[in-house]
């Protein structure tokens, strides 16, 4: 069975930083391209970052210069650092795993919610 579990999210102030975790089991995870998104609400899911299993990286034109993707093929687990948090960073976080012929996997999301 697979399993994608996320972590970390919380409430932080403007400016602060959270580091998201999202752990797998269930997939060959070294042979998987990785990626964050998020969901405000009342809008639709859009990716943040992506991680190949190659280890390149890449990144929403709104995030660059402040998040950081990055994964550890021995613990499964791809990590997404948050600095310079924006009010507008505010949505549910979602863990997703994809290998070309297979299925595409999605974690049950954590909230990071970003106010004073």
């Known amino acids: 069975q697979v399993q994608l579990v996320e972590s970390g999210g919380g409430l932080v102030q403007p400016g602060g930083s959270l580091r998201l975790s999202c752990a797998a089991s269930?997939?060959?995870?070294?042979?998987?391209?990785m990626a964050w998104y998020r969901q405000a609400p009342g809008k639709q899911r859009d990716v943040v970052a992506t991680?190949?299993?190659?280890?390149?990286?890449n990144y929403a034109e709104s995030v660059k210069g402040r998040f950081s993707i990055s994964r550890d093929n021995v613990r499964n687990t791809v990590y997404l650092q948050m600095n310079s948090l924006k009010p507008e960073d505010t949505a549910v976080y979602y863990c997703n795993a994809k290998r070309l012929g297979s299925m595409s996997y999605w974690g049950q999301g954590t909230q990071v919610t970003v106010s004073s």
């Open positions: 269930g997939i060959a995870f070294s042979f998987y391209d």
């Open positions: 991680i190949t299993r190659g280890g390149t990286t």
